[in-house]
């Protein structure tokens, strides 16, 4: 039996949970660990492998709506400004690493090839960035973080953590909530 872990942020009363498509990828069970360490299965609701995003579906108990995290709407972050990410690098739940956006609308293309072959060397349903420009930032993410939340100092979601370095370190990217 494989078992993978990700991160995901709740974002809605009832119990809908974001993350990325390469988190619940080939998944057929799934059950979500909250802060406070109790366990819940989740159902996929759906996923979008171009653009890496999938949502998850818990059950609230009866009378207790969940807590959520909120979506900036028209979040338009700059370079320099501050941000958090949130999730469970190699599985340590609850981290959080500051950071700043580097270029909030970094296109991942190849240094040697232009866009349109880059894309045509990637495997099929591999995310390509051709749906969004995504956040570029130095806070620190790693395998596990993936699908965890990209906060500005205001508490707003303004990206989901998609891709960093494997091993840490200051290169990082984020999907843009807006």
């Not at 942020?9 to 009832?14: P, R």
């Not at 799934?30 to 653009?51: M, Q």
């Amino acid at each position: 039996r494989d078992v993978s872990g990700g991160s995901g942020t709740l974002i809605s009363a009832d119990g809908h949970i974001v993350t990325n498509a390469h988190v619940t990828d080939n998944g057929r069970a799934f059950r979500v660990i909250f802060a406070d360490r109790s366990e819940l299965p989740a159902t996929l609701v759906g996923e979008d492998t171009l653009s890496d995003i999938a949502v998850l579906k818990v059950d609230a108990p009866p009378g207790k709506p969940f807590r959520f995290a909120r979506f900036a709407t028209n979040a338009q972050p700059a370079s320099g400004d501050t941000v958090l990410a949130m999730g469970s690098p190699w599985g340590f739940s609850q981290s959080l690493s500051v950071g700043v956006v580097n270029n909030p609308q970094r296109l991942l293309v190849s240094l040697f090839q232009d866009e349109a072959d880059y894309e045509a060397s990637l495997g099929p349903d591999q995310p390509t960035a051709r749906y969004y420009a995504w956040i570029q930032h130095d806070a620190p993410i790693a395998p596990g973080n993936s699908g965890g939340p990209l906060v500005a100092l205001d508490g707003q979601v303004i990206g989901v953590s998609t891709r960093g370095n494997l091993l840490g370190g200051d290169l990082a990217f984020a999907i843009p909530a807006a």
